[in-house]
């Protein structure tokens, strides 16, 4: 069975600085993984996707994600914070149904991140 | 082009009532998924239409229920309310094709709370 495990609940940084969002996935498949940004009372909105084509990818507002499979990891990571990127952040893998067909969103708990001035 | 539309965006309800949620999808895409959002449980999926047919269900019981018109758009109704039903209900829309990489695009949700 797929499964994410985002290894933070909380993460804090100061402005200017790095951030990187941790998650581990468990697929016993080449995975499809996402993140996924949700601010207070907003919906959801994709950040970036893995697709295969490439192991690190690029996603919006500065952020990117690495694949590695060694590690059945997909961390997210930005050079440098903004205030506005205060929000909720979600690990996603793509549910296999039996048969193999794809299945649904697959959530990891959240991590918070904030972001000091 | 317009977004994924959820209404009623906020709704109280009483223990042993009924309600229904509604999603409109955004124009084109033919499969909605339906999402519960509580601070304990996290995001859970509830289940997916295509085409007017349950595509995947999640692990809700039987009270949770739903159903998709020929315009794609979909409801979702919950009868005899409980108190742990209270959530973010979330809906998602997509082409519906069985890439891997199909793209959900979620609504703002409806926030429901059940006294």
């Known amino acids: 069975a797929q499964s994410v495990t985002q290894l933070d609940s909380h993460v804090s940084v100061s402005e200017g600085t790095p951030v990187l969002l941790r998650c581990n996935y468990s697929s016993s498949y080449s995975p499809s993984l996402f993140w996924y940004v949700q601010h207070p009372n907003k919906g959801l909105q994709l950040l970036l996707k893995y697709t295969s084509a490439a192991t690190l990818v690029k996603g919006i507002n500065g952020f990117e994600a690495e694949f590695k499979k060694s590690e059945t990891s997909f961390h997210l990571t930005k050079p440098s914070a903004h205030m506005s990127d205060a929000a909720e952040y979600f690990c996603v893998v793509r549910g296999l149904n039996y048969g193999g067909s794809q299945g649904n969103l697959i959530f990891g708990k959240g991590t918070k991140l904030s972001v000091k001035p | 082009k317009a977004g994924v539309t959820q209404t009623p965006r906020y709704l109280i309800k009483t223990r042993g009532q009924q309600v229904t949620l509604s999603c409109s999808p955004i124009?084109?895409?033919?499969?909605v998924s339906w999402y519960q959002q509580t601070p304990g449980q996290g995001l859970q999926f509830l289940f997916e239409y295509f085409s007017e047919t349950q595509r995947n269900k999640g692990n809700f019981p039987g009270r949770f229920s739903g159903r998709q018109f020929s315009n794609s758009r979909s409801e979702m109704n919950v009868s005899t309310l409980e108190l742990g039903d209270s959530a973010l209900y979330l809906c998602?829309?997509?082409?519906?094709?069985?890439?891997?990489?199909?793209?959900?695009?979620f609504g703002p949700g409806t926030r429901l709370t059940v006294l």
């Open positions: 124009s084109g895409h033919r499969s």
């Open positions: 998602a829309s997509s082409r519906g094709d069985r890439s891997s990489y199909n793209e959900q695009f």
